[in-house]
């Protein structure tokens, strides 16, 4: 089945630099791939998504890459602000039989310090 | 529009009781999923329904049950309840893409959080 491995585990940066999360997938079927926060106490929400006929999306200060070759995909956050710190989950989707599941990594604990 | 409710909260059970989380969607959503969230494992799918009347099995499927009581309706079933499962879950709903590929966005419930002495 499908496995979706996510690092780093953890990541602390200054307010104002570059975060990146990376993600790598096994089941090279899988075509859609979202990113999901997670603030503390709170529940997983979507926050970006890509799909496996783009390469890249951008969404303000946020950005999602794929490369399907390689089966790895990314989420970059610039000018990160201290409402980043969160959880962030990648995910990829699995087709088993005739219906389908995302499969989470993880997870990445961001904390931005100020 | 409540989005995605779940019940209870917060539940204590000693080992071996049975419990019911419920689970109901406003949205019309087709789709319904169970996953449990624990440190460090992220989120492992239990059971997810693409559409009513269907069930399968996720990643960590046993130890539950679940039924589709309806379009808005998906619980999960605790039988024997064991101090392994004890975590935080969480029942999500979503509009599948295209006939029965599920690749829609999770709205998420607010979480329950079990713990099982």
């Known amino acids: 089945g499908e496995n979706v491995e996510q690092h780093p585990s953890t990541l602390s940066v200054q307010e104002g630099d570059s975060a990146v999360i990376k993600c790598t997938y096994s089941?090279?079927?899988?075509?859609?791939f979202p990113w999901y926060k997670q603030e503390l106490g709170k529940r997983p929400q979507l926050i970006i998504d890509?799909?496996?006929?783009?390469g890249e999306k951008k969404d303000q200060r946020i950005a999602v890459t794929l490369n399907k070759t390689a089966k790895h995909f990314s989420l970059h956050i610039t000018e990160t602000q201290p409402e980043d710190s969160a959880v962030y989950f990648c995910a990829a989707n699995h087709y088993g039989g005739s219906q389908g599941n995302l499969i989470f990594g993880k997870g990445t604990k961001l904390s931005v310090k100020p | 529009n409540a989005g995605v409710t779940q019940t209870p909260k917060f539940q204590v059970l000693k080992t071996g009781q049975s419990m019911t989380l419920q689970c109901a969607q406003d949205?019309?959503?087709?789709?319904m999923y169970w996953y449990r969230q624990d440190p460090g494992m992220g989120l492992r799918l239990i059971y997810y329904s693409a559409s009513e009347g269907t069930t399968d099995k996720g990643e960590v499927p046993n130890g539950y049950n679940v039924s589709r009581l309806n379009k808005r309706e998906f619980s999960l079933r605790l039988e024997s309840a064991a101090p392994s499962q004890t975590s935080v879950y969480f029942c999500?709903?979503?509009?599948?893409?295209?006939?029965?590929?599920?690749?829609?966005?999770?709205?998420f419930g607010e979480g329950s959080r079990l713990t099982v002495l």
């Open positions: 999500a709903s979503s509009f599948p893409q295209s006939g029965t590929r599920i690749g829609g966005e999770l709205f």
């Open positions: 089941d090279s079927a899988s075509n859609y």
């Open positions: 890509i799909r496996s006929n783009v």
């Open positions: 949205m019309n959503h087709n789709s």
